[in-house]
């Protein structure tokens, strides 16, 4: 049974860094790519970054592109997602999500998601 479970989030101020961490478990997932999304009160589940597994590539919504890390550790079968320069804009709840082949924004192609973290960027 596939389990994400995500952690790190919290209650910060803006310019502030948190990170986030994705424990992965119930397969193996150096053939997936590993996402990180978020969804604000009234808004769309947003895209916010991918990393490939096996290759560690990584593709970044531009909003977050130079604030955001997205990483992983093979050993810990870990994902982090590093948030610095946090703008309350930021604010969130943030999912992590699987998915077996593609690099891709698009949510409905991620096969499995965590329960989700918040994240509160006060201004």
């Known amino acids: 049974q596939v389990q994400l479970v995500e952690s790190g989030g919290g209650l910060v101020q803006a310019g502030g860094s948190l990170r986030l961490s994705c424990a992965a478990s119930?397969?193996?997932?150096?053939?997936?790519?590993m996402g990180w999304f978020r969804q604000a009160p009234g808004k769309e589940r947003e895209f916010v970054a991918a990393?490939?597994?096996?290759?560690?590539?990584?593709y970044y919504a531009d909003s977050v592109k130079g604030r955001f890390t997205i990483s992983r550790d093979n050993a810990k079968n870990t994902v982090y997602l590093q948030l610095n320069s946090l703008k309350p804009e930021d604010t969130a709840v943030y999912y992590c999500?699987?998915?077996?082949?593609?690099?891709?924004?698009?949510?409905?192609?991620?096969?499995?998601w965590g329960q989700g973290t918040q994240v509160t960027v006060s201004s």
């Open positions: 990393i490939r597994w096996s290759t560690s590539n990584t």
């Open positions: 119930g397969r193996t997932f150096s053939n997936y790519v």
């Open positions: 999500a699987a998915n077996r082949a593609t690099m891709t924004y698009e949510y409905d192609e991620y096969d499995y």
